[in-house]
């Protein structure tokens, strides 16, 4: 699986962005997409996942952090994941990674696949 992650740029406290990841691959229903980021100096972080078992259901799960302000979607038939950032905090400032898995959950290790990053700055 390759991901391509795009829709980074630089925006307001307060403003919006939305994140885009188009992943290669014919099994891309199995996975589980992933956001993570990685602010400067900083750890990577999960940001939110979301997996699919069946028509309409989908199960997404957020970072404290960005609950209420983030959503993350997927369009299996495009191959893409998406993630609408509203509200955005000078705390979000990152480099943001979308990531496939077989397994659910904020570790990193469950994360096979790897994209490159996209930068968001939010700037005050």
């Known amino acids: 699986v390759q991901l391509q992650a795009s829709g980074g740029g630089l925006v307001q406290a307060g403003g919006s962005l939305r994140l885009s990841c188009a992943a290669s691959?014919?099994?891309?229903?199995?996975?589980?997409m992933g956001w993570f980021r990685q602010a400067p100096g900083k750890e990577r972080e999960f940001v939110a996942d979301?997996?699919?078992?069946?028509?309409?259901?989908?199960?997404?799960d957020y970072a404290d952090s960005v609950k209420g302000r983030f959503t993350i979607s997927r369009d299996n038939a495009k191959n893409t994941v998406t993630l609408q950032m509203n509200s955005l905090k000078l705390e979000d400032t990152a480099v943001y990674y979308c990531?496939?898995?077989?397994?659910?959950?904020?570790?990193?290790?469950?994360?096979?696949?790897w994209g490159r990053g996209t930068l968001v700055t939010v700037s005050s």
């Open positions: 691959g014919r099994t891309f229903s199995r996975y589980v």
């Open positions: 990531a496939a898995g077989l397994v659910a959950g904020g570790q990193r290790s469950r994360y096979d696949y």
């Open positions: 979301i997996s699919w078992s069946g028509p309409g259901t989908y199960y997404a």
